[in-house]
């Protein structure tokens, strides 16, 4: 763990720490390779259904957590503790009791909130599917989190041979991120974020190229929609290794280096855009947001922003494949409206140049 904190020190990467991986403390609810209590030393002191409710596992387990933050709290590295991942796997929720499993998070959240003195903020998880909407959960938290597994409930192509007039797998996909987002931002007022997402449980199978769209436009669409952390796409292994990551990640982290959330109050904007989906997040300094189209360029496309003071404002387009700015433009607002059209982008002198589906953008007042 020492090492650990030091290499992401090292890297200015920052740890959500879960403390309680649902396997952990679940016995069989899940099966496999989720039923790993037998090997919590928190089974000599209580059985996995009573592990929330148990006054002896919470003695031990205080002793615990406050050894955790005394001996890691230090780390600027350290930026979230994540403390139960996926509760309803849990013998602790599903025989135990609901109110008795949200009562320990209470706890949780309690406990840290008064232990730690740099106050990071807590969270803790339903799974994926759409049905595990979880408000009390999102109500005792610093961060309302919300996991998202597509194929578990959420909309997507029922068939597996797509016809031209078949709803886009693509489309669907980043739809429902922007869906939860939405909710999980009108519902609470904190921040919020995508615990976990992804995984195979999505309409294209890894290493497709539908796939790495899927994540691309995830990062994307929760950060125009307000997310506090970009989505965790799990996992990092053979599926979604540093062909995908690598340059996404790079290109996305380009773009927010500059944004100030802690001092900007972002709220989202009224944006549309025709043919295409669109969000944007605004505030007195700075808009940004990302327009997309699901079947083609979104070259030659325009998106309106509404409710903005007239004046000259400066737009800046950014290619989000390439992880590059296009030449800045002034644009005007009129009757409380700006509009702005993306360029089209042609193969030249014989080297690629495209536009690609989505464009992300920022637009600050001119000067």
């Known amino acids: 763990m020492d090492q650990l904190f030091e ?14 991986f649902h396997s952990y403390i679940s016995m069989a609810v899940w099966g496999g390779g989720n039923a790993r209590y037998r090997n919590n030393p928190y089974v000599l002191v209580s059985s996995a259904k009573d592990f929330f409710g148990s006054e002896e596992a919470w003695k031990y387990q205080e002793k615990l957590y406050r050894y955790i933050i005394a001996r890691w709290g230090y780390s600027r590295a350290l930026f979230l503790w994540f403390t139960v991942d996926e509760i309803n796997g849990t013998e602790g929720w599903t025989k135990g009791g609901q109110a ?5 998070s209470r706890k949780m959240d309690q406990y840290f909130n008064a232990h730690d003195p740099y106050g990071r903020p807590t969270t803790g998880t339903q799974s994926g599917g759409i049905g595990q909407w979880w408000p009390e ?6 961060i309302a989190s919300r996991e998202i597994y597509e194929a578990q409930g959420h909309p997507m192509p029922k068939s597996g041979k797509l016809g031209p007039d ?13 869906t939860q987002t939405r909710n999980l931002w009108n519902g ?36 125009a929609n307000g997310l506090c952390a970009t989505p965790f796409w799990w996992s990092y292994s053979d599926w979604l290794n540093d062909s995908i990551v690598t340059n996404q ?19 989202p904007a009224e944006i549309t855009a025709g043919d295409c989906d669109a969000w944007a997040m605004k505030s007195d300094k700075l808009i940004f947001g990302w327009v997309v189209h699901p079947r083609t360029s979104v070259a030659n496309e325009s998106f309106t922003i509404s409710g903005l003071r007239d004046g000259s404002y400066d737009v800046r387009l950014y290619r989000t494949w390439r992880g590059r700015y ?7 607002c009129r009757d409380g409206k700006l509009t702005c059209t993306i360029p089209e982008l042609k193969t030249t002198r ?9 464009s992300a953008f920022k637009i600050t007042p001119g000067k």
Not at 137 to 142: A, H, L, N, S, V
């Open 188 to 223: 609470w007022h904190k921040p919020a974020m995508v615990g976990e997402c992804g995984w195979d449980h999505t309409y294209y199978e890894p290493g497709m190229p539908g796939y790495l769209a899927m994540y691309h436009n995830a990062l994307w669409v929760c950060l």
């Open 7 to 20: 290499w992401c020190e090292q890297r200015d990467l920052h740890i959500s720490w879960n403390i309680w």
């Open 100 to 104: 008795v499993a949200e009562q320990w």
């Open 166 to 178: 078949d709803e886009s797998p693509i489309q669907l996909s980043y739809r429902n991120y922007a």
């Open 350 to 358: 014989g080297h690629a140049l495209h536009i690609g589906n989505d």
């Open 249 to 267: 990640m790079l290109h996305f982290s380009r773009f927010v280096a500059d944004i100030d959330f802690a001092n900007l109050n972002f709220e």
């Open 326 to 332: 296009m030449d800045g433009q002034t644009v005007e």
């Open 137 to 142: 959960g999102y109500e005792i938290f610093d």
